[in-house]
Protein backbone atom coordinates (compact mmCIF):
# COMPACT_ATOMS: atom_id res chain seq x y z
CA UNK A 1 0.00 0.00 0.00
CA UNK A 2 0.91 3.67 -0.50
CA UNK A 3 -0.24 6.53 0.81
CA UNK A 4 0.14 10.04 -0.89
CA UNK A 5 -0.54 13.64 0.21
CA UNK A 6 -0.71 16.32 -2.17
CA UNK A 7 -0.35 20.06 -1.35
CA UNK A 8 0.66 23.52 -2.24
CA UNK A 9 -2.20 24.39 -4.49
CA UNK A 10 -3.22 27.78 -4.47
CA UNK A 11 -5.12 31.23 -6.22
CA UNK A 12 -1.81 32.84 -8.17
CA UNK A 13 -1.60 35.37 -10.91
CA UNK A 14 -0.10 34.67 -14.72
CA UNK A 15 3.60 35.04 -14.38
CA UNK A 16 3.71 33.39 -10.91
CA UNK A 17 5.52 29.95 -9.71
CA UNK A 18 4.16 27.68 -7.43
CA UNK A 19 5.77 24.33 -5.72
CA UNK A 20 3.32 21.73 -5.49
CA UNK A 21 4.02 18.75 -3.17
CA UNK A 22 3.33 14.94 -2.67
CA UNK A 23 4.45 12.95 0.42
CA UNK A 24 4.70 9.57 0.19
CA UNK A 25 4.77 7.32 2.23
CA UNK A 26 4.07 2.65 1.88
CA UNK A 27 6.14 0.41 -0.19
CA UNK A 28 8.88 1.30 -1.82
CA UNK A 29 8.18 -1.22 -4.40
CA UNK A 30 5.02 0.16 -4.96
CA UNK A 31 6.57 3.88 -5.51
CA UNK A 32 8.95 3.13 -8.59
CA UNK A 33 7.78 5.58 -10.85
CA UNK A 34 5.99 8.73 -9.64
CA UNK A 35 4.15 11.54 -11.74
CA UNK A 36 1.69 14.64 -11.85
CA UNK A 37 -1.08 14.67 -13.38
CA UNK A 38 -4.00 17.30 -13.98
CA UNK A 39 -7.42 17.99 -14.38
CA UNK A 40 -9.45 20.93 -15.65
CA UNK A 41 -13.29 21.15 -15.18
CA UNK A 42 -14.66 19.26 -17.95
CA UNK A 43 -11.68 17.72 -19.42
CA UNK A 44 -9.93 14.47 -18.62
CA UNK A 45 -6.95 13.89 -16.56
CA UNK A 46 -4.10 14.33 -18.63
CA UNK A 47 0.12 13.93 -17.85
CA UNK A 48 2.09 16.73 -16.51
CA UNK A 49 5.38 14.77 -15.65
CA UNK A 50 7.00 12.10 -14.65
CA UNK A 51 10.41 10.73 -12.97
CA UNK A 52 11.64 7.49 -13.10
CA UNK A 53 13.46 5.30 -11.03
CA UNK A 54 16.94 6.36 -12.38
CA UNK A 55 16.15 9.56 -12.10
CA UNK A 56 15.13 10.72 -15.61
CA UNK A 57 12.24 12.96 -15.99
CA UNK A 58 9.47 13.78 -18.95
CA UNK A 59 7.37 16.67 -19.41
CA UNK A 60 3.98 17.09 -21.17
CA UNK A 61 4.87 19.61 -24.20
CA UNK A 62 2.61 22.47 -22.30
CA UNK A 63 4.88 22.43 -19.69
CA UNK A 64 8.25 22.13 -20.41
CA UNK A 65 10.70 24.67 -19.66
CA UNK A 66 8.17 25.83 -17.09
CA UNK A 67 7.63 23.28 -14.81
CA UNK A 68 10.37 20.96 -13.09
CA UNK A 69 10.03 17.37 -10.67
CA UNK A 70 12.38 16.41 -8.15
CA UNK A 71 11.85 13.71 -5.55
CA UNK A 72 14.26 13.90 -2.00
CA UNK A 73 16.95 11.32 -2.00
CA UNK A 74 14.51 8.78 0.40
CA UNK A 75 12.28 9.19 -2.51
CA UNK A 76 9.75 10.15 0.28
CA UNK A 77 8.73 13.65 -1.13
CA UNK A 78 8.00 14.48 -4.96
CA UNK A 79 8.13 18.29 -6.05
CA UNK A 80 6.54 20.19 -9.12
CA UNK A 81 7.93 23.68 -9.07
CA UNK A 82 5.90 25.67 -11.77
CA UNK A 83 7.25 28.78 -12.70
CA UNK A 84 5.22 31.24 -15.06
CA UNK A 85 1.94 30.11 -14.34
CA UNK A 86 -0.48 30.56 -16.93
CA UNK A 87 -4.26 30.80 -16.81
CA UNK A 88 -4.17 27.41 -18.74
CA UNK A 89 -2.25 25.82 -15.62
CA UNK A 90 -5.22 25.92 -13.68
CA UNK A 91 -6.40 22.33 -12.42
CA UNK A 92 -6.48 20.54 -9.93
CA UNK A 93 -3.11 18.52 -9.81
CA UNK A 94 -2.63 14.38 -8.86
CA UNK A 95 0.27 12.74 -7.55
CA UNK A 96 0.14 9.15 -9.02
CA UNK A 97 2.64 6.58 -8.22
CA UNK A 98 3.43 3.39 -10.33
CA UNK A 99 4.65 0.35 -8.76
CA UNK A 100 7.43 -2.30 -9.99
CA UNK A 101 6.44 -6.11 -11.21
CA UNK A 102 6.96 -6.29 -6.94
CA UNK A 103 4.25 -4.50 -6.26
CA UNK A 104 2.13 -5.95 -9.27
CA UNK A 105 2.05 -2.47 -11.11
CA UNK A 106 -0.46 -1.04 -9.01
CA UNK A 107 -1.04 2.60 -8.74
CA UNK A 108 -2.00 4.95 -6.46
CA UNK A 109 -3.18 8.70 -6.65
CA UNK A 110 -2.85 11.43 -4.09
CA UNK A 111 -6.19 13.29 -3.46
CA UNK A 112 -4.98 16.54 -5.42
CA UNK A 113 -4.42 19.81 -4.66
CA UNK A 114 -5.92 23.03 -6.84
CA UNK A 115 -3.68 25.25 -8.82
CA UNK A 116 -5.73 28.51 -9.71
CA UNK A 117 -4.08 30.96 -12.39
CA UNK A 118 -5.82 34.42 -12.77
CA UNK A 119 -4.88 37.04 -15.94
Known amino acids: QVQLVDSGGGSVQAGWSLRLSCAAS????????MMWYRQSPGKERAFVSR???????SYADSVKGRFTISQDNAKNTLWLQMNNLKPEDTAMYYC?????????????WGQGTQVTVSS
Open 96 to 108: KSRGSFLCSYNVY
Open 26 to 33: GNRNCRYE
Open 51 to 57: INSDGST
